[in-house]
């Protein structure tokens, strides 16, 4: 069986226009979050840049200092990593004399992980390291189960997932939302220790509900804002005045939705958050897959007319031989 | 037509083993044995330059992506011959299954040196952490059947030196099995290793960030491996003071071209399609690399435009380098150059990162060397070849 | 002979003797003094001599709606001790907390004082100024508030407002206000130097008042008239806790552990952000280290600003005024990474021109065996075939 040059390449086309056809239009719909998912609302309004929850979280989760000066004295991380789960950033413009303003102004953006709804390290992960909770829906980590590739690293849109490149035995670092706390009946020390309630913790459906009505609020009147635990109500609310919020809540449908949302003054994008899709990339990278490999079928009657052709070829191949001898 | 045999049989090259240029690569090796030592007592951090900006480094992105790409002579090759029938390729079979199995076995080891958690690699194969919606997890699993299935493939060297014929007989029955899953594994994994950047979303620049990823490093593979093949037969036929195949190459050059055409004109369209044509002409760095990278592949097609530069053997490995050249920079622009996770991320690898991918090629040519000098995978040398091959 | 050392000046002798102190005692004072204000290095002598040879200025202090707790305040002043002001700085004129007399007599003595000294006294006010119902909630010897500051101010060579209470208010002008209590600066029309402050620190009174006598003007303020050198700067940009409130380390309870440490009080309300004043550098009382409400564990109260003191609860949150964050900070955009190293990009580059050069070498020499090849083809072909 010879093939000649034109069909040849006519085989070559269609098998690549197959390829290519095989790319879908429609990736499959982002992932729902659970409906009783927990997270945290981060008002970058109220936020002091006290860094509370930068110790408390190191304190709750046994991590190292982490130093960036030269006397090495004090945890003073400038980004997460290997020994930092969260950090506060600040934005600084101009004079930096006002604080929550774009133009010679300052704001404070907290970085830790948004436990997305439709997470890309999940779907990158190949040993199931990474795991969404059905019920909670916090994102987490097993280091037991990881081999260290990395891909989550590179994967997360928000660049999240860290790696512990200077141990031999290293591990990713990420915030779990302290899932470790909640059998204790205790929830995220971030959220526990703010002082202003720039971090609350709570069922993310209320913590929509909440940053709904700060964006309805009339900027410099003063308001309540609730502090610690939104469900519990374990601490005393805080007042101040409403600031004149960017009217976006940031993680309502960044890559299909987050468990952490973020209200701010000044755009987001100028506090480090990626303008980012509707559609997760989780979503993209799957349906490839599944359209090119699902259920092996593809692969299966590929490798069905493979072996016949090679067969015929070789069995042609074989008795030429043994005429030979 | 079936394959025909009017070429000797293969047969050891014989000679001495060590050589200047032998003891050169195994100095080569050594050095990244040293250098792999200290990873492993303190960390990648110690030996490379990767960071979270940049968590894959060359040992990813060269050593396996390219470097798997590199191995796809055997591939092309089988592809050609046991697929589309084409005998007359037959005597590059042996040679380009060597390449691709030092390539890809080095390239499996790769992967393993790089693994932050090594020790739980094999969780990858095991059901209950497998986690199949993932990429990876159907690389991995692609590229060491791929690596079975070849050594499986290569084997009836082994079997001949050993005079195991039984064995060899067996073998047979079910060698059209193994070489059709020697051509199905690498056309999933090596369109998987672009499926690896589409879940990296924004992050890829829109010069290389497309669904059709898989399809454009498919092509590019196969195209690279004819290159590969190209390239060894020139470097051995100079290696070895042994003469060129230059009707085959000529002929082998030709269906390269028309793969690389094909290529051209879907990653043209594509960038078209999707509105990245802007991008093409911005002043950035990005930018410059994605110019260098399609210059080199359009390259060869002006090299051997005309039937009388196909017998060229210096214009041919040329323009294979330049095919090897312009793949190796698809792999590195989609994978380095034109990622980024966020701004103030900088990389370029450190010395001994530098040194181990050295070391991992020279462990490749040294290994090649020794296997053809003591096992039978070049076809024998006669007068009678020269005249046959006219 | 430094001009001035004062060692045989007859003024100095005759300040010696006047205040009853050594010249270097007095001239430590003058150069404390200078060091609250900020002056330069050679203040204090200006200063030595302005006291030691101008005559001594006469003050009117008028009392409204006050605690005294001002003059109190003063009363506790060390350097220079207040007897020693009011008998030997300035000429006390009229003051019915430290007047011996009282009632008409007072009244006369002050009215004579205003005659004698007319556009050169110094009026200071201590106390807010009802002005509901015209005024009728604070009287005088017959006469309203209002009617004696508008008074008294007329032919003032200046007028200073000590406390908040006659700066902008105070505590008697706490919501809901009930007698309209307002500033003296209100009441007259005008921005006049103030020094807030429940009470204020008495250096920034003194300092003031000394400034005045040395350069015959008042000390800089700012657009509120509060002067510069005592209220330019926030509490919180030099509390001694600001490494705490930086650490994110708080008191969370009176008593807890975190209060016995001395943590932020922040937590608890301290209005340090939002507070001008210098307590945190020159304390209170002179008895050393941590002598102020925050050094004891007790959150500023923003007793000097407006809005803040006796109007927003103690235990509420302050806003942050000015958040200058310490230099290690983390911006959004931090380099990180290792870009090339020389070494790596020799390396680099050498492997590369390796490369260049070996394949160049590989494609020359292929050209030339093709053309033996052919050659030798050729010649085969010849041999072959003669014809």
């Known amino acids: 069986m010879s093939i000649s040059r034109r069909d040849f390449l006519k085989g070559a086309l269609a098998g690549g226009s197959l390829l290519a056809a095989g790319a879908p239009a429609e990736a499959r719909e982002n992932k729902v979050m659970p409906g009783e998912a927990l997270g945290l609302l981060y008002d970058s309004t109220l936020c002091i840049g006290c860094k509370a929850c930068v110790s408390a979280c190191k304190e709750v989760n046994d991590m190292p ?72 829906g916090i994102v987490g980590y097993d280091k037991d189960v990881c081999i260290g590739c990395r891909y989550c690293v590179a994967a997360c849109p928000f660049g999240v997932p860290r790696f512990q490149y200077d141990k031999a035995i290293p591990q990713i670092s990420k915030c779990q939302l302290c899932r470790q706390r909640i059998p204790e009946g205790k929830y995220a020390a971030c959220a526990q220790v703010c002082p202003t309630g720039a971090t609350l913790y709570g069922k993310v459906k209320d913590l929509h509900a909440e940053s709904q009505r700060r964006l309805a609020m009339k900027p410099g009147e003063y308001a309540t804002f609730p502090r610690g635990n939104i469900n519990t109500h374990d601490q005393s609310p805080h007042t101040a005045k409403a600031a004149k919020y960017i009217p976006h809540i940031y993680g309502e449908k960044e890559v299909g939705g987050t468990q952490m949302l973020k209200l701010s003054a000044v755009p987001f994008d100028k506090l480090g958050m990626p303008t980012l899709p509707d559609q997760s990339f989780a979503s993209k990278s799957e349906t490839l897959q599944h359209t090119l490999y699902g259920g092996l079928i593809a692969p299966l009657a590929f490798l069905g007319v493979l072996s016949f052709v090679a067969k015929r070829n070789v069995k042609h191949d074989d008795d030429a031989n043994d005429e030979k001898k | 037509m079936s394959a025909s045999h009017n070429h000797p049989a293969p047969a050891p090259l014989g000679g001495s083993f060590v050589t200047p240029t032998t003891v050169i690569l195994a100095l080569l090796v050594a050095i990244a044995g040293v250098i792999m030592l200290v990873r492993f007592f303190f960390g990648l951090g110690a030996v490379t330059n990767i960071n979270d900006g940049y968590p894959w480094g060359i040992w990813v992105v060269y050593d396996v992506v390219i470097g798997s790409a590199f191995a796809c002579g055997g591939y092309s090759v089988a592809l050609l011959v046991y697929i589309f029938n084409k005998g007359e390729y037959h005597p590059m079979v042996r040679p380009a299954l060597l390449a691709s199995l030092f390539g890809y076995t080095l390239a499996g080891a790769g992967v393993m040196l790089d693994l932050g958690r090594y020790w739980n690699f094999w969780h990858i194969f095991w059901p209950g952490y497998a986690q199949v919606n993932s990429v990876m997890f159907e690389v991995a699993v692609c590229i060491t059947a791929y690596i079975v299935v070849m050594w499986i493939e290569f084997s009836p060297a082994f079997l001949e030196k050993f005079g195991m014929k039984n064995v060899k007989r067996k073998l047979n029955k079910f060698l059209f099995l193994i070489i059709a899953l020697g051509v199905l594994l690498p056309s999933m994994h090596q369109s998987s290793l672009g499926s690896l ?121 040329i323009a294979a380098v330049c095919l090897m050249l312009a793949g190796f920079l698809l792999r590195i622009d989609s994978f380095l150059v034109g990622y980024e996770t966020g701004p103030g991320w900088h990389y370029f690898p450190s010395v001994p990162e530098i040194m181990v991918s050295i070391g991992m090629i020279a462990l490749e040519i040294l290994g090649y060397i020794a296997l053809v000098r003591y096992l039978p995978i070049l076809p024998g040398t006669t007068e009678s070849a020269i005249a046959g091959n006219k | 002979m430094n001009e ?199 250096y920034n009174f003194l300092s003031t008042v000394v400034h005045f006598l040395t350069f015959g003007k008042l000390p800089d303020v700012d657009d509120i008239g509060r002067p510069k050198f005592a209220y330019s700067r926030l509490i919180h940009e030099n509390c001694e806790r600001r490494a705490h409130f930086d650490a994110g380390r708080f008191a969370l309870e ?84 290792k870009g090339a190293s020389t070494g790596a990009l020799i390396l680099a580059a050498a492997v590369a021109g390796a490369a260049a050069g070996a394949g160049a070498m590989m494609a020359k020499n292929l050209g030339k065996n093709v053309k033996l090849d052919e050659g030798d083809a050729h010649k085969k072909q010849a041999e072959r075939n003669p014809s």
Not at chain 3, 271 to 287: M, Q, R, S, W
């Open chain 1, 65 to 136: 200092p982490e130093f960036s000066t030269e006397d090495h004295l004090w945890d003073t991380p400038l980004d997460i990593s290997g020994k930092t789960l969260n950090v506060i950033k600040v934005y600084q413009n101009g004079t930096a004399e006002n604080k929550d303003s774009e133009i010679d102004g300052f704001a404070f953006m907290k970085v830790s992980c948004l436990h997305c709804a439709d997470p890309s390290c999940v779907s990158a992960c190949p040993v199931s390291a990474m795991t969404k909770d059905p019920v909670t």
């Open chain 2, 197 to 317: 950047l589409v879940v990296f979303g924004y992050q890829i620049h829109p010069l290389w960030q497309t669904m059709l990823l898989p399809l454009l490093f498919l092509m590019t593979a196969l195209a690279i491996g004819f290159a590969v093949v190209i390239f060894e037969a020139c470097l051995s036929s100079s290696g070895f003071k042994r003469p060129l195949e230059m009707q085959l190459l000529g002929k082998l050059s030709k269906v390269m071209l028309w793969m690389l055409t094909a290529y051209l004109i879907v990653r043209f369209v594509d960038l078209i399609v999707r509105g990245a044509v802007g991008s093409m002409f911005e002043l950035r760095i990005e930018t410059l690399m994605f110019w260098i990278e399609n210059a080199l592949f359009i390259a060869p097609l002006v090299i051997l435009a005309s039937p009388q530069s196909r017998r060229n053997p210096s214009k041919l490995f």
């Open chain 3, 4 to 202: 001035n050392s004062f060692e045989n000046d007859e003024s100095m002798l005759a300040l010696e003797k006047r205040l009853g102190i050594s010249r270097r005692s007095f001239l430590q004072m003058c150069a404390a003094m200078a060091a609250t204000m900020g002056l330069p290095k050679g203040a204090e002598a200006a200063m030595a001599k302005a006291v030691a040879t101008k005559k001594r200025p006469s003050v009117i202090w008028l009392h409204f709606q006050e605690c005294t707790g001002c003059t109190e305040s003063l009363l506790r002043a060390e350097h220079p001790t207040l007897e020693k002001l009011i008998l030997d700085v300035i000429s006390l004129d009229y003051h019915e907390t430290l007047f011996a007399a009282a009632g008409h007599q007072a009244e006369a003595a002050r009215k004579s004082a205003m005659k004698a000294n007319k556009g050169k006294y110094l009026l200071v006010v201590e106390g807010a100024i009802p002005t509901r119902d015209n005024g009728i909630y604070c009287k005088v010897g017959g006469q309203t508030a209002i009617e004696m500051l508008k008074e008294c101010a007329a032919d003032a060579a200046a007028v200073i407002a000590i406390g908040s209470c006659s700066s902008w208010g105070g505590m008697p002008s706490t919501p809901p206000n009930p007698t309209g209590a307002k500033s003296a600066g209100e009441v007259l029309g005008k921005v006049i130097p103030n020094i807030p402050g429940c009470p204020p620190n008495p």
């Open chain 3, 254 to 337: 009176f008593g807890d552990e975190g209060h016995k440490r001395g943590y932020c009080l922040y937590k608890l309300g301290c209005k340090g952000p939002e507070t001008h004043a210098n307590c945190p550098a020159i304390l209170f009382g002179d008895v050393g280290n941590a002598s102020w409400p925050v050094g004891t564990g007790h959150p500023c109260i923003g007793c000097t600003e407006k809005g803040i003191a006796f109007a927003k609860p103690i235990h509420a949150l302050a806003e942050l005024k000015s958040v200058r964050p310490p230099a290690g900070f983390p911006g959004i955009i931090e380099d990180q990474g």
